[in-house]
Every structure is written in C-alpha cells, then in structure tokens.
C-alpha cells in the first residue's frame, strides 16, 4: 500500500509564490513519473506539470514560465513551486505518482488534493 501526503495549499494574493509538497510513503520501489494536476470549480481537472524518472519535464501552456516542478527521489517527494500567482490558479491541486511496489506492481496513486486560493 502506498499513501501520499499533500502539503503546502493556502490563500495567497495575487504575484505571492507559493510551493506545495506530495510526499509518498509505503511499499515503494521507485516512482516513474510525478504529475501535478489542478481542477477549478466547474472546470475539468488538468494536468499542470509533469516531471520524469530521469528528470525531464512538461508544463502545461498556463503555468509556462511560472512554475517549476521537481522531485527528491530520496525523499519519495514531488514539489510545485509556484510563482507570480494569478487569480485563475486558483483550484483544488492533486499530486498523481506512478510507483512501482516492491511487490512489482505498477499502478497510478493520487494525493487527496490541497486548495489553492488565489485572492486580494
């Protein structure tokens, strides 16, 4: 079994940054890729970045040159830095791992999600 712990959501005003945490813990062999996605009410959830086992990374048009997403694969953590927030970043962000148990099985985990507000 494999558990992931959100941390770091909040109220922030607008250009603040902002990092949030995803940390797993459990029956881990090693984790493939780290994605953090982002649904705002009323809107369909969509993947905001996306970092590699080997370090490459996606981001998705919005956050392009805002945030930065990295890993601590010692730590088993994902990490969204997010910088010069805008009003529309506001939303309930969830951190999604593909691990590899120790059993061999492979399979997506998703965190439980942490809001982030954006407001003056």
């Known amino acids: 079994q494999v558990q992931l712990v959100e941390s770091g959501g909040g109220l922030v005003q607008p250009g603040e940054s902002l990092r949030l945490s995803c940390a797993a813990s459990?029956?881990?062999?090693?984790?493939?890729?780290m994605r953090w996605y982002r649904q705002a009410p009323g809107k369909e959830r969509e993947l905001v970045a996306r970092i590699a086992s080997g370090g490459s990374t996606y981001y998705g048009d919005s956050v392009k040159g805002r945030f930065t997403i990295s890993r601590d694969n010692a730590l088993n953590t994902v990490y969204l830095q997010m910088n010069s927030r805008k009003f529309e970043d506001t939303a309930v962000y969830y951190c999604?791992?593909?691990?590899?148990?120790?059993?061999?099985?492979?399979?997506?985990?998703w965190g439980r999600g942490t809001q982030v507000t954006v407001s003056a």
């Open positions: 459990g029956s881990i062999f090693s984790i493939n890729a």
């Open positions: 999604n791992l593909n691990v590899v148990s120790i059993y061999g099985a492979r399979r997506d985990y």
